[in-house]
């Protein structure tokens, strides 16, 4: 009985199919093609966007964090960040040369903006959990009656955050503070990955529940993550994203 492989194993045959498949359309075409003034002109591709990976830096000193190591921090920053910037560059590079390719399967490069999406997604949430960390863990008054308001106390605003964050334990998931900017609502949500959010809505406070962000120093035990990662919270740039955001529309 022949073995089906993996779903990861054929997603990356999909994606190097995908990647390669301009190259082999372009050279199968110029195999045959005859040149002209007017192929010449309409075979000029699309320029590949500017998209040279760049990390965004720490805005703290991970070697100062309470309960996080730095060695947690610098590769969770380093690997799991690192590599979603340097994978999202890459996938809008086969991207462009697929678009610019007229031959390309749309199946295949539709598997291209499936990644595309996936490493977004990671780069962004990434980015805003890291903004959010650095801070002494006290919450302003501002962002107290704000979420006070929103959830009834603050406590139950903390007590739901930190139940959902035990509950991804083990997994893998975000779970985001976020401002729907249509309800006009704060709420908590839960995220299973990089890929599904809630609609229109900003985040406020991000806490990445992947493995990567705590195995290193607390194994399984992720609720003793939670408890370091509420120590950590930078709130003065959780109450600048409240402000920002969360402003009565004007009249």
């Known amino acids: 009985m022949t073995k089906t492989p993996p779903i990861d194993t054929q997603r990356r045959h999909v994606l190097s199919l ?31 966007p500017n998209s040279a990976p760049a990390l ?10 309470k309960g996080l190591s730095e060695r947690l921090i610098r590769s969770h920053w380093e690997n799991n960040y690192g590599g979603s910037v340097k994978a999202l560059a890459v996938t809008k590079k086969h991207l462009a040369e697929a678009l610019a390719a007229p031959d390309t ?3 295949l490069y539709n598997e291209l903006k499936r990644e595309h999406l996936l490493r977004t997604g990671s780069v962004v949430l990434h980015e ?13 008054a501002a ?4 979420l ?14 930190r139940r959902m964050g035990a509950g991804l334990g083990g997994g893998s998931g975000w779970v985001v503070l976020g401002f729907n900017t249509h309800t006009r609502q704060l709420e908590n949500y839960w995220m299973a990955d990089h890929a599904h959010g809630p609609a229109a809505t900003l985040p406020i406070l991000v806490m990445d529940m992947y493995e990567h962000s705590y195995q290193m120093d607390y194994g399984a035990a992720a609720a003793k993550y ?26």
């Open 105 to 107: 399967p749309p199946y």
């Open 143 to 146: 962002s107290r009656k704000a």
């Open 18 to 48: 995908a990647a390669t498949a301009p190259l082999a359309l372009g050279a199968a075409k110029a195999a045959h093609a005859v040149p002209t003034s007017e192929t010449t002109a309409m075979s000029n591709p699309v320029p590949a």
């Open 56 to 65: 965004k830096p720490l805005p703290f000193d991970p070697a100062k964090l």
């Open 128 to 140: 805003y959990y890291f903004d959010n960390l650095g801070g002494g863990g006290q919450a302003d």
């Open 226 to 251: 939670v408890d370091a990662f509420f120590q950590n919270i930078q709130w003065e740039t959780v109450a600048q994203r409240l402000e920002a955001c969360c402003r009565p529309p004007a009249a």
């Open 148 to 161: 006070a308001e929103a959830f009834g106390s603050f406590n139950a605003w903390e007590t739901e955050f």
